[in-house]
Structures are given as C-alpha cells and as structure tokens.
C-alpha cells in the first residue's frame, strides 16, 4: 500500500478523534447538560429508527468493508476468513450491543424525543 491513502486515512481519523472531542468537551463543558441535551446528544450516536445514519452505524459500515477487504488480503501464515470474521464480529457489537444500550439510555434520559 502506498503512503499516500494511509495518509489520508491517519487524517481523516485525526478529523473523527477532533469530532468525538469536541462532543466529549461539549458534554464535560461549564455548563450542565440537562437530560434532553444529553439523550439528544447520545442519539447522534445511535438513532434506533435508522442505525446506519448515526456514528456507529458509520462506524459499523466501515468495519464490514474492513472485513471484505480481510477476506481478499493475503496474509502470511495466518487465515484472512478468521480476520474477516473477528471484524465483522466488531462490527455487530457496535450496532447491537453498543447501539442498543445507547437507545435504552436515550428511551430512558428522554423519552419523548424518539424520532419516528
């Protein structure tokens, strides 16, 4: 692979991480969320009515497309179809399991907010 898409990559990973803080500060920030902002918040995360539209649902996309390109990567010695599989694995936890949790905190902080 060369330098150039990883690269990208490692930049466009450094714009993710600078989001996320920005989220992180806004949360730990002066003034005190209410549990409306802080369901909302949270929803940008996970939305149950559309997973693939929120962060996580973006982020288990991108996990299932690693998991294709694992199964067409040769590797030394070692099973490309294992690799594959402990990602999309990955990539399941993050919609299920994270998403599900996240929707439960957000039902319970506000209810009333659920998006159709």
Do not use: Y
């Not at 920030?29 to 918040?41: I, M, N």
């Not at 010695?77 to 399941?92: F, P």
Request: hydrophobic share 45%; net charge negative.
């Amino acid at each position: 692979m060369s330098r150039m898409p990883l690269e990208r990559v490692r930049a466009s990973a450094r714009i993710v991480k600078l989001g996320l803080q920005q989220i992180k500060d806004e949360l730990a920030g002066p003034v005190e969320a209410d549990a409306e902002f802080l369901a909302e918040t949270l929803r940008e995360l996970f939305d149950e009515a559309a997973p693939q539209h929120g962060v996580l649902g973006t982020l288990s996309q991108l996990l299932n497309i690693a998991a294709q390109a694992a199964v067409l990567t040769p590797v030394d010695g070692d099973d490309s179809e294992s690799a594959a599989c402990a990602i999309e694995e990955a990539a399941a936890f993050v919609t299920d399991s994270v998403g599900m949790r996240l929707h439960l905190a957000t039902s319970t902080l506000h209810p009333q907010g659920e998006r159709p």
